[in-house]
């Protein structure tokens, strides 16, 4: 819903939680190389990383991040206290009812703020109605959104979109590699993620798992993954209930 989650969605598909059986061959497996080069290039910075994607992801590639209870949109900027739609999920709820440089101004009662970005009600049960007032083109306007599942899949395009609209300093993690193995166009990577969550300022830590498969021509052409989002919510005090 927030450019920031997709970054914690880039960190998610990029870094693993399973343990893997299997042993690396003898001769490293060159896909294993270039996505060492995507982590490294990932907490590098935003230069850094969009380079990395622009040179090493197929340009039929997909990012998927992980899935979700919600509306289905993201918002930009984070930090100033608006909520402003910069992209809707295609097949969303929010599709169907909201439109770029929509502006929320109140969600089921709760006036949008920033002090109340994290109490806004856009997760919670799939199919529960949620009403908002929305200010498009200069007028106010209520609406309703049903949540639904959100599969949130990028091509390429869309995520360099989103990555070059958001700020630098949100590439804040620090990664460590725990494992990594390879299986001809196919690899396993488990990290441990230390990052500082952008809207209360407070530090968390998670494990992700992250499976990339390559073309013959060695470009990333599908990139999926688990992490512990709920764990990293609750470090930095969110709750999770219904």
């Known amino acids: 819903m927030k450019f920031n989650n997709i970054i914690m969605a880039t960190l998610t598909l990029i870094f693993s939680q399973l343990t893997l059986a299997g042993h690396h061959e003898e001769q490293v497996n060159p896909n294993e190389v270039i996505v060492k080069g995507w982590l490294e290039a990932t907490v590098a910075g935003k230069k850094e990383h969009i380079a990395y994607i622009e040179k090493n992801m197929a340009d039929d590639g997909l990012f998927s991040g992980g899935r979700y ?117 196919v690899v396993y990577v488990w990290t441990t993620v230390n990052d500082i969550d952008a809207e209360v300022n407070l530090p968390f830590e998670m494990y992700s798992i992250t499976r990339f498969e390559f073309n013959k021509k060695g470009l990333v052409i599908a990139s999926s993954g688990l992490s512990e989002d709920r764990f990293s919510l609750e470090q930095t005090g969110f709750t999770i209930s219904r």
């Open 69 to 185: 209870v919600g509306f289905g949109f993201n918002f930009d900027p984070i930090d100033t206290g608006k909520m402003i739609v910069s992209r809707t999920i295609e097949g969303s709820p929010a599709s169907k009812v909201l439109k770029v440089d929509d502006e929320f101004i109140v969600v089921n009662g709760v006036e949008v703020n920033k002090a109340n970005m994290g109490k806004l009600s856009f997760r919670g049960k799939p199919g529960e109605p949620v009403k908002a007032t929305i200010k498009r083109a200069g007028k106010m306007q209520d609406i309703e959104v049903s949540r639904g599942i959100i599969k949130n899949t990028m091509t390429k395009a869309v995520l360099l979109a989103d990555m070059k609209a958001a700020k630098a300093d949100f590439w804040t993690a620090k990664i460590k590699v725990n494992e990594m193995i390879s299986k001809g166009n």
